[in-house]
């Protein structure tokens, strides 16, 4: 099974795509997608739109799973970030895929078996999941990584039913 991780941001939009067979992983791509400040936002969406395009193009994932978001304080910044994973739903939705989401607290658990864990403790999980010598940097790109490994051991991947609605 193919699922492609995605850690929504508007300025950094981080993706990881892993396979996922019986209980071992492997590692097909990770990376960020960016945009300028100086970009008008319908022009940083469509950047991060096209490039999620490619990413699904090339590795055909079957299911995402997207970080849900938290905002506490900066109204602005969260109006922007939804703005940003509307669209990463949309390229998702447009390549057929099953979407999820994850609350933080929920991959943390998944992934370290306690939703409080660190940032360093989550990446250095996703390190040994996946097999690799070092952290995936950077962080978003690690984020998406472990949205995407905690979907594989959600007990959802590959059910109808239980996909965003």
């Known amino acids: 099974m193919r699922i492609i991780g995605i850690d929504p941001g508007y300025a950094i939009m981080g993706y990881g795509v892993i396979e996922k067979d019986g209980n071992s992983y492997r590692l097909l791509d990770y990376g960020v997608i960016t945009t300028d400040k100086d970009m008008a936002m319908p022009d940083r969406l469509k950047v991060l739109y096209n490039g999620l395009m490619e990413v699904m193009a090339e590795y055909q994932p079957e299911e995402a799973s997207i970080e849900q ?5 900066n109204q602005t910044t969260a109006i922007f970030v939804g703005q940003a994973r509307g669209v990463a739903i949309l390229a998702c939705a447009n390549n057929g895929l099953d979407i999820y989401e994850y609350t933080p ?3 943390k658990t998944s992934i370290t078996g306690y939703g409080r864990a660190e940032k360093k403790q989550m990446q250095n999980m996703v390190r040994v999941y996946l097999g690799l010598d070092e952290i995936p940097k950077p962080d978003d790109a ?12 959600s007990g959802n991947a590959l059910k109808k039913g239980f996909r965003m609605k």
Not at 142 to 152: E, F, N, Q, R, T
């Open 105 to 107: 607290l929920q991959i």
């Open 142 to 153: 690690a984020d998406a990584l472990a949205a995407a490994i905690c979907h594989s051991r």
């Open 69 to 73: 978001l938290y905002f506490n304080t």
